[in-house]
């Protein structure tokens, strides 16, 4: 399973970017995607997740800016992150959960005037 993420570049505060994160190889049916984040010199966090039946769960700091989606069809998830903010700056990770773990190789995400 490869996860390819893209969307990342950089904003100035109270922007927006859309982030995606395409999945291929043998992907079940059933399954949890996710957006982390590491910012410098700071763990990775969790940011949201979304099931294969679509429910979300937010980190509180993005809640209300954030929005995490999914096409199953195309093995595709999205985090469309609105209100930018400067603590928002890291590289975001996507993640797939099945009976194993994968990982995207990241995008940066700069939010800076």
């Known amino acids: 399973v490869q996860l390819v993420e893209s969307g990342g570049g950089l904003v100035q505060p109270g922007g927006s970017l859309r982030l995606s994160c395409v999945a291929s190889g043998t992907i079940s049916r059933i399954y949890t995607m996710g957006w982390y984040r590491q910012a410098p010199g700071k763990q990775r966090e969790l940011v949201a997740v979304?099931?294969?039946?679509?429910?979300?769960n937010y980190v509180d700091s993005v809640k209300g800016r954030f929005t995490i989606s999914r096409d199953n069809a195309k093995n595709t998830m999205y985090l469309q992150m609105n209100s930018l903010k400067a603590e928002d700056t890291a590289v975001y990770y996507c993640?797939?959960?099945?009976?194993?773990?994968?990982w995207g190789q990241g995008t940066q995400v700069i939010v800076s005037s």
């Open positions: 993640r797939i959960t099945m009976a194993s773990d994968y």
């Open positions: 979304i099931t294969s039946g679509g429910s979300t």
